[in-house]
C-alpha cells in the first residue's frame, strides 16, 4: 500500500473543498495544472453540487482544474471511477507471479484506448498514481 502524505497546502484544499461541499474528502493532492481530490464513498454528488457549481466555484477560487473521484473499498469499481470518463467493459484483477501484488486489466473498446491512455500516456499515468496511494497494484489498458 502507498503512503499519503499531506502537506500544508493540501490540508488547505482539504478545508476549502470541505467548506464549500460540504463533502468528506478521504485524500487530496495536485498533479500538476490538476488538484485531485478523493472524495468518500456516497459523497460525489454532494461533492459535485447541483448544476456542478461546487465544482466551478472551486475551480475559480484555485484557479486550478479539478478533478473528482469517489472512493471505493472494492478495487473493480475504484478503478471504474478514476476512469469515470471513460467507456469501460470490464475490470480484471489478477495476482502477480510473485504473489505480492496485483495487475487490473481495464479493458476497453479500441476506438477509446487511446484517449484513455492519454498524450504521453498522462491519464494511465495519473490513474497508476491515484491507485498506488492505496494499494500495490499495477493498471493496463487492453
Known sequence: MGTIKLNDQTMRYIALFEGITN???????????????????????????????????????????????????????????????????????????DNKSQVAYVEVDMRDKGKIIGVNSKNLKLAREIINRYSQIDIFIT
Not at 38 to 67: P, W
Not at 70 to 79: A, D, L, M, Q, R
Open 23 to 97: 463533502a468528506r474528502i478521504k485524500d487530496c493532492f495536485e498533479n500538476n495544472d490538476m488538484i485531485v481530490f478523493i472524495v468518500d464513498t456516497g459523497q460525489l454528488k454532494k461533492a459535485i453540487g447541483q448544476k456542478a457549481n461546487n465544482i466551478r466555484h472551486l475551480r475559480r477560487i484555485l484557479k486550478k482544474n479539478i478533478k473528482l473521484i469517489e472512493y471505493s473499498t472494492k478495487i473493480e469499481e475504484f478503478i471504474r471511477n478514476i476512469f469515470y470518463e471513460f467507456p469501460i467493459k470490464n475490470v480484471t484483477i489478477k495476482e502477480k507471479n
